[in-house]
């Protein structure tokens, strides 16, 4: 006859303090295929481990197990596994059913480390099979003792088993439960199954074939009742159900880590939120430095691109700041600049007032006003939306007119069109012919408060100045910016004969565009910070992540045991507790995604901010806090895997 299980010279010890207590002392036995056994003793004899042993859920010292003639001393965790999920079946005296589970999903748990799919069709017959078709949806606190116990028998058949190993199956039931569960074994067995069943109550070993006594870790006797009522010499022919497919094994894992966490809300809550505040933080961070950088970007391209304003600067004589005539710079500079320097595109002559009285009727206001040429406007997009600019022949004629800002005609005209009416600049009358387009507040001031009037009527009529304030320089789109800068130097040098040894500062040469990348740096630094200061909180709620899982795990090593026991792998192991982890950071990604959003836009309405979401700012949010979730909840997991199947069983 066919061995089912053969042991020989088995050992096992247990360390007690420094010393060791030998439970199995030498072990031999033999199992045929199709017998029913049932293993005695008194507590402490031995049996349980016995039962642990055969069900490779602990490992001898010493001595040989060959399982259906395979020794399992060679089996790594897979093929330890493999055996439990496809040789043997285990129904424990405690029934080991998952509380958040239904009998249906209980009895389909092994599936879920298997290749089967479609548990539920094998799953129904079983629990119809046991008297619980009735029941399919009942979770076990629902359940009586022995309706519990019969979910557990069919949870240990799903697959099918040779063997079925059933430790102290009536331990916890009464008198009625008892001969229910003691029939249905015996129905299995006289199927062909293999039944070992583990007990200490003579009346249960009765319904058993064969009755091995064992005490102190020895076989004290071995009583063959009756030839075994069913054989099995070859294994049955499996009908195995089409290969799971990997998407329907990940939803599943998902589906019972989203009941996990449903089961301890106020846990998963706190553990989320530290991811949350996180994820807001980094995507509010980012949103409002981005719209600060844009913000500055905008305002400065409003004054002008590819543009240097060249000033005349101070020179030091016997320690004090002093001006000199012969650093003052004219129109015969600027045009100067542009016919020597190559790439110029245009020159503009500048003279400023600032606080300059301007007047309508009884209402006046302070301004500042620039005195410029036609071209001002195109090189810096001042075109007027209102009526028009001044011509160069207004200009050379010192003609009276000037074109104003939102702001200056808001304040003298209110909502009324000022265009050819006429106010008063520093008493000098002055007609309105346009207004400037809105440009807005801005670090530089209210750009919208000013007034435009020709270079000649302002240096002439108004200011009485024979020299310029600076010229502003446009070079063509491509050209070498600081080349041009050094050149212009270089010919302003030449022209007002400024000596070698003057080595100071002659004349002051502002690059927009440097203005531009310092003042974007700084917002860039300024983001990096508050990045840095939200990666931190997402850290944080890493680690949070990692204490929740680190007591989940502690709390569930039962579930965990029995996992192993109904054949996952340490891998599965992992797997799960990685997916209840990332389970956390993805809901937390998202939940954040949507604060961070709803935040970036209350700071734009209530502050007035400049905000702009970025989707690679959100994307890459939602991801790093996905992988926060697997990365800090990777230890846990191991933890969990590398729990041995026995001791987990035992653990609270």
């Known amino acids: 006859m066919k061995s089912a299980i053969e042991l020989t010279n088995i050992r096992k010890s247990f360390p007690i303090g420094e010393d060791r207590i030998e439970i199995l002392k030498g072990v031999s036995l033999r199992v045929n295929a199709g017998e029913f056994v049932a293993i005695m003793g008194p507590s402490g004899s031995g049996k349980s481990t016995l039962m642990n042993v055969m069900g490779l859920l602990d490992r001898p010292e010493n001595g040989t197990y060959l399982l259906e003639g395979n020794e399992v001393q060679g089996f790594d965790d897979a093929g330890l596994a493999r055996a439990r999920r496809e040789t043997l079946g285990f129904v424990f005296q405690q029934f080991h059913l998952l509380p958040r589970l239904s009998a249906l999903e209980n009895t389909s748990l092994p599936l879920l480390y298997s290749i089967h799919?479609?548990?539920?069709?094998?799953?129904?017959?079983?629990?119809?099979?046991?008297?619980?078709?009735?029941?399919?949806?009942?979770?076990?606190?629902?359940?009586?003792?022995?309706?519990?116990?019969r979910v557990a028998i069919a949870r240990a058949l799903i697959h099918s088993p040779r063997i079925i190993l059933a430790d102290e199956p009536t331990g916890n039931l009464d008198s009625k439960s008892s001969a229910e569960i003691l029939g249905l074994l015996q129905e299995l067995n006289r199927e062909g199954m293999t039944v070992i069943l583990v007990t200490h109550e003579a009346e249960v070993a009765g319904a058993a074939d064969r009755i091995i006594t064992i005490r102190d870790g020895r076989i004290e006797s071995d009583i063959q009742k009756r030839q075994p009522g069913g054989t099995r010499e070859s294994p049955k022919e499996e009908t195995q159900a089409p290969v799971l497919k990997s998407g329907n094994r990940t939803f599943e894992l998902f589906k019972q880590a989203g009941r996990t966490l449903v089961a301890n809300k106020l846990r998963t809550v706190l553990s989320t939120l530290g991811v949350l505040i996180g994820v807001a933080a980094v995507i509010a961070m980012l949103a409002i430095g981005k719209g600060?950088?844009?913000?500055?970007?905008t305002q400065l391209s409003s004054l002008g691109s590819n543009l240097l304003s060249v000033r005349p600067a101070s020179i030091r004589i016997g320690g004090v700041a002093m001006e000199s005539d012969w650093l003052k710079i004219s129109k015969r500079d600027a045009d100067a600049i542009l016919e020597r320097v190559p790439g110029v595109k245009q020159t503009g002559c500048v003279v400023q007032g600032n606080n300059q009285r301007v007047a309508h009727l009884e209402?006046?206001?302070?301004?500042q006003v620039f005195g410029t040429q036609p071209l001002y406007a195109r090189m810096h997009a001042l075109v007027p939306v209102v009526g028009r600019y001044f011509t160069d022949d207004e200009n050379q004629s010192r003609a009276l007119v000037t074109v104003i800002g939102a702001t200056v005609s808001r304040e003298l005209f209110g909502t009324a069109n000022p265009v050819g009416k006429s106010i008063k600049v520093n008493k000098i009358p002055m007609r309105v012919i346009g207004i400037l387009p809105e440009k807005g507040a801005s670090s530089f001031g209210d750009r919208d408060d000013q007034i435009h009037v020709p270079l000649l009527t302002a240096m002439h009529r108004l200011?009485?100045?024979?020299?310029?304030?600076?010229?502003?320089?446009?070079?063509?789109?491509?050209?070498?910016?600081?080349?041009a800068q050094s050149r212009i130097d270089s010919v302003l040098r030449s022209i007002h004969d400024i000596p070698p040894s003057q080595t100071e500062e002659a004349f002051r040469i502002f690059n927009m565009a440097d203005i531009q990348s310092a003042l974007t740096e700084t917002s860039r630094t300024l983001s990096l910070l508050l990045l840095v200061i939200a990666g931190i909180s997402l850290l944080v709620g890493g680690i949070g992540i990692m204490n929740i899982m680190l007591v989940s795990?502690?709390?569930?090593?039962?579930?965990?045991?029995?996992?192993?026991?109904?054949?996952?792998?340490p891998g599965?192991?992992?797997l799960q507790f990685l997916v209840e982890s990332a389970a956390i950071g993805v809901l937390g990604g998202i939940l954040g995604v949507l604060a961070g959003s709803g935040a970036s836009l209350l700071v734009?309405?209530?502050?007035?901010?400049?905000?702009?979401?970025?989707?690679?700012?959100?994307?890459g949010s939602f991801v790093f806090s996905s992988l926060i979730g697997m990365t800090f909840g990777l230890w846990p997991a191991r933890r969990a895997a590398q729990l041995n199947p026995i001791d987990a069983l035992k653990g609270e």
């Open 117 to 149: 799919s479609t548990p539920e069709a094998p799953a129904r017959a079983l629990l119809n099979r046991v008297g619980l078709g009735d029941r399919l949806e009942h979770k076990p606190n629902q359940l009586s003792g022995g309706q519990q116990q």
């Open 292 to 297: 600060a950088q844009e913000a500055i970007e």
């Open 363 to 367: 209402k006046n206001a302070a301004t």
């Open 463 to 483: 200011f009485g100045k024979s020299f310029l304030d600076f010229i502003e320089v446009e070079i063509e789109k491509g050209a070498d910016m600081t080349l």
């Open 553 to 569: 795990v502690t709390e569930r090593t039962r579930e965990i045991g029995l996992r192993r026991a109904i054949g996952a792998t």
């Open 572 to 574: 599965d192991i992992l």
């Open 604 to 619: 734009s309405l209530v502050a007035g901010w400049s905000t702009s979401i970025s989707l690679p700012a959100v994307f």
